[in-house]
């Protein structure tokens, strides 16, 4: 397997439903569902025309996006990552977690500081070489609602 130090994407195919899926460099393949993100995204409201969902494509020799050309939308490779680890999670706590990070766009040293933890740490819990421990989980819901009271 290929070693990915951010996540690139070697292809990407549309399925029914309004979902991706994504073949990574490292040959990890995921499925994101993109059904929930209209509501949340206003700019990706074009993608609800199923004919122009199907022509998602990526850039041949690039892959950092995942784009549809004729509608000028484009997701980068890192977020629709973090959505799919998140999507297809084993566990409650590392869902959490994930979707935490992809929905505050938050970089590994960003999570860290947020966190008091490593980025190391952080790396381990988004690969999944370690699991997600329960107090994180709840420390990330405390860190939106912090950030939510500003």
Known sequence: MANMKR??????????????RLT???SSVYTVSLA???????????????SAFARACIIEGE????EWPEQDIQIGADTLWLDARAQNAVDENTRIFTQWRSHNALTLPQAAKA?????RTMSAYG???RPVPR????????????????
Not at 36 to 50: I, N, Q, S, T, Y
Not at 115 to 119: K, R
């Open 7 to 20: 996540p690139r994407l070697q292809a990407v195919q549309a399925l029914p439903n309004y979902q991706l």
């Open 135 to 150: 107090y994180v989980a709840l420390a990330c819901k405390g860190w939106d609602a912090e950030q939510a009271h500003g």
């Open 63 to 66: 892959g950092w996006t995942v």
């Open 36 to 50: 929930g993100e209209f509501e949340k995204f206003p700019a990706l409201a074009p993608l609800r025309d199923v």
């Open 127 to 129: 690969t999944g070489a």
């Open 115 to 119: 966190l008091g933890m490593t980025t």
């Open 24 to 26: 990574f460099v490292d």
